[in-house]
């Protein structure tokens, strides 16, 4: 909801498409980070939330 509110503030106004194509990316990087490390699942989700918080900054600032 935060994101909807401030989209023309970050790079996702360079459209929609990018910026679904972009955050669908991270996301899905960070599933399979924690489906790789789903044997210890602290670490996993640990990684998948840096990945995709770490992954969703980066798109939002450039």
Known sequence: M???RHFE???YSQG?????IGTLAVVLTALLLAY???RWK???LAA???T???GIT???LH
């Open 9 to 11: 503030e970050y790079a």
């Open 52 to 54: 995709a918080t770490a």
């Open 16 to 20: 929609p498409l990018r910026a679904t």
């Open 48 to 50: 998948a939330a840096a």
């Open 36 to 38: 790789t490390l789903r």
């Open 42 to 44: 602290p670490a996993a």
């Open 2 to 4: 935060w994101l909807i």
């Open 58 to 60: 980066w798109l939002s």
